[in-house]
């Protein structure tokens, strides 16, 4: 079975603030892949990026980045100066590769980051 | 590119009714596309795995006789919520993966509303 874990429920910054969302995961599979999706309040699904489970380097795009730790099982990504236009729930989600997860997507429970001005 | 569709984006209806949720790839052919249910401040739960031209594969605890899905063609697939309830007030969100890719493409989602 597969599962996504964002402890963090609720984050509170103010702009320019600097923000880490927490994700741990816990999957089976050797291979599988992982994600990040923005959720704002029109509720379309916005996909930020998605890393495979080979790939362990870390990612920077802009003012977001991402930090894949395989040996934590966690996924963490981070808002630099955030604003108040990054205000949304954020989804970490995991999909296997193999068997019968490949191409289902868990999701973890989300959070709602409130950038405040 | 990748885009997909949802019709409609909302719909009130009541109790006792069906309705009927199209997904539509709009640029690329869908073997398989994926329902999800979100209730108020949840997380997206998954219902169920559409792929054409097959029976979908629904979720533990989801009725597939009460959540009928229909994959008729590469480009649409239907969720038809039966006899809904109030308790069925959710927002419905599909997603089409390209063949061959572990990468889902998510519709913009719709609102179903059960009085």
């Known amino acids: 079975a597969q599962k996504v874990t964002q402890a963090q429920t609720e984050i509170s910054v103010v702009e320019k603030e600097d923000v880490t969302l927490d994700c741990v995961y816990e999957t089976r599979d050797t291979t599988y892949y992982l994600f990040w999706y923005k959720q704002p309040p029109s509720g379309e699904l916005v996909f930020l990026i998605r890393?495979?489970?080979?790939?362990?380097q870390n990612e920077i795009s802009g003012r977001y980045s991402w930090n894949f730790q395989k040996s934590t099982s966690s996924f963490n990504f981070t808002i630099t100066a955030s604003q108040v236009v990054d205000s949304a729930v954020y989804f970490c989600?995991?999909?296997?590769?193999?068997?019968?997860?490949?191409?289902?997507?868990?999701f973890g429970q989300g959070t709602i980051l409130t950038v405040h001005p | 590119g990748a885009v997909v569709s949802q019709h409609p984006s909302w719909v009130i209806c009541k109790s006792g009714t069906s309705v009927k949720i199209e997904c539509r790839s709009l640029?690329?052919?869908?073997?398989?596309m994926f329902w999800y249910r979100q209730f108020p401040k949840q997380s997206l739960m998954l219902m169920a795995t559409s792929n054409e031209g097959s029976k979908a594969t629904y979720e533990q605890g989801v009725e597939k006789d009460k959540f009928l899905i229909n994959h008729a063609s590469l480009t649409l697939s239907t969720l038809t919520v039966t006899s809904a309830h109030p308790e069925d007030s959710s927002f419905y969100i599909c997603?089409?993966?390209?063949?061959?890719?572990?990468?889902?493409?998510f519709g913009p989602g719709t609102r179903l509303t059960v009085l």
């Open positions: 640029d690329f052919q869908a073997t398989t």
């Open positions: 997603s089409a993966r390209l063949a061959g890719v572990n990468e889902q493409f």
């Open positions: 989600a995991l999909s296997g590769l193999g068997g019968t997860s490949y191409g289902k997507l868990t």
């Open positions: 890393r495979n489970s080979f790939d362990e």
